[in-house]
């Protein structure tokens, strides 16, 4: 989401959602939209007067919009979660007005889990992944193939090998982490959040809760940990010790190598094309962790 076109409002939402939302949980005092994330659409916290809550969390988009597809998966997700799962419950959805729509529990005083060496998040968050692993095993019906997730990935990272030889300094890695990467090793019956991170794991106390099932797709139980790897080295963990708390997972002993260095490789380019080509706003973030992914990935390649 560009700097330029900030995210909608409440306000702005048609006359019929915004109706059927004060219908379903009451009147909204306030609507406060969330500063952080790129996930388009109408995002905000909603102060409303209701005997049972005082807060819920909306999300919603215009049903043409190119993430539409997003929100509607997450609905999926927030429709199949089962429910000792530890992540927000969504209380309501709708498709109104051209507009899709969902009102998900809010989670008050959250902060986003801290990863960094010697944090006292790292337990509990490790144990929440695990617990996931155990929950969403085996997958609800209707989910989508992470295959389609990585896809993308893929597309991005040969994108930016396609690119004259100056633009990456080392494309050699990342050739070969491609070629020995078999789709069908990412298959499996476990329900993936696929976007595991820092921002997407709200801690109170130390109980963590999983949000954004925006990505949520079906595949091999230890991507997860794949996926959620660079972001420890990112928040300063040696590729060493990242690799040491994954392997308190059980899945994480049954990953394929090959499959777990193309993965790598694939979230590595990907951000490293946006940190390239993406808006400005996120291209210092996004050169962070291609660095810390770039890191992962050569150590993978060294342990063969």
């Given at each position: 989401m560009?700097a330029?076109?900030?995210?909608?409002?409440?306000?702005?939402?048609?006359?019929?959602?915004?109706?059927?939302?004060?219908?379903?949980f009451?009147?909204?005092?306030?609507?406060?939209?969330?500063?952080?994330?790129?996930?388009?659409?109408?995002?905000?916290?909603?102060?409303?007067?209701?005997?049972?809550?005082?807060?819920?969390?909306?999300?919603?988009?215009?049903?043409?919009?190119?993430?539409?597809?997003?929100?509607?998966?997450?609905?999926?997700?927030?429709?199949?979660?089962p429910?000792?799962?530890?992540?927000?419950?969504?209380?309501?959805?709708?498709?109104?007005?051209?507009?899709?729509?969902?009102?998900?529990?809010?989670?008050?005083?959250?902060?986003?889990?801290?990863?960094?060496?010697?944090?006292?998040?790292?337990?509990?968050?490790?144990?929440?992944?695990?617990l996931?692993?155990?929950?969403?095993?085996p997958?609800?019906?209707?989910?989508?193939?992470?295959?389609?997730?990585?896809?993308?990935?893929?597309?991005?990272?040969?994108?930016?090998?396609?690119?004259?030889?100056?633009?990456?300094?080392?494309?050699?890695?990342?050739?070969?982490?491609?070629?020995?990467l078999?789709?069908?090793?990412?298959?499996?019956?476990t329900?993936?959040?696929?976007?595991?991170?820092?921002?997407?794991?709200?801690?109170?106390?130390?109980?963590?809760?999983?949000?954004?099932?925006?990505?949520?797709?079906?595949?091999?139980?230890?991507?997860?940990?794949?996926?959620?790897?660079?972001?420890?080295?990112?928040?300063?963990?040696?590729?060493?010790?990242?690799?040491?708390?994954?392997?308190?997972?059980?899945p994480?002993?049954?990953?394929?190598?090959?499959?777990?260095?193309?993965?790598?490789?694939?979230?590595?380019?990907?951000?490293?094309?946006?940190?390239?080509?993406?808006?400005?706003?996120?291209?210092?973030?996004?050169?962070?962790?291609?660095?810390?992914?770039?890191?992962?990935?050569?150590?993978?390649?060294?342990?063969?």
């Amino acid at each position: 989401m560009n700097a330029r076109t900030p995210r909608p409002a409440w306000e702005d939402l048609p006359d019929v959602v915004r109706d059927a939302v004060e219908t379903r949980f009451g009147l909204v005092l306030k609507a406060e939209s969330a500063t952080s994330g790129i996930m388009p659409g109408v995002v905000a916290r909603l102060d409303i007067e209701d005997g049972d809550r005082e807060h819920v969390f909306l999300k919603a988009i215009d049903r043409n919009h190119e993430a539409a597809h997003l929100h509607l998966r997450e609905r999926w997700a927030g429709e199949n979660l089962p429910g000792d799962v530890p992540a927000p419950r969504m209380l309501w959805a709708t498709t109104l007005g051209g507009w899709h729509a969902a009102v998900w529990e809010y989670v008050d005083a959250a902060r986003h889990a801290d990863l960094t060496p010697g944090s006292a998040n790292l337990g509990p968050v490790l144990d929440t992944i695990a617990l996931l692993g155990t929950r969403l095993t085996p997958c609800p019906n209707g989910a989508t193939p992470v295959s389609a997730n990585v896809k993308a990935l893929l597309a991005k990272g040969k994108a930016l090998l396609a690119k004259p030889a100056g633009a990456l300094a080392d494309r050699e890695p990342y050739e070969a982490a491609f070629e020995g990467l078999d789709l069908a090793h990412l298959r499996g019956d476990t329900l993936l959040h696929y976007d595991l991170s820092a921002s997407n794991l709200l801690v109170t106390g130390q109980r963590v809760r999983v949000v954004d099932w925006s990505f949520a797709a079906r595949g091999a139980a230890w991507l997860d940990a794949a996926l959620f790897a660079p972001g420890l080295v990112e928040a300063g963990h040696t590729p060493v010790k990242a690799d040491e708390l994954l392997s308190t997972l059980p899945p994480w002993k049954t990953a394929p190598q090959a499959a777990v260095v193309g993965i790598a490789a694939a979230w590595t380019l990907f951000r490293d094309y946006k940190a390239r080509y993406g808006p400005e706003e996120v291209r210092e973030a996004r050169a962070r962790a291609a660095e810390a992914g770039h890191a992962w990935m050569t150590y993978l390649r060294s342990k063969g």
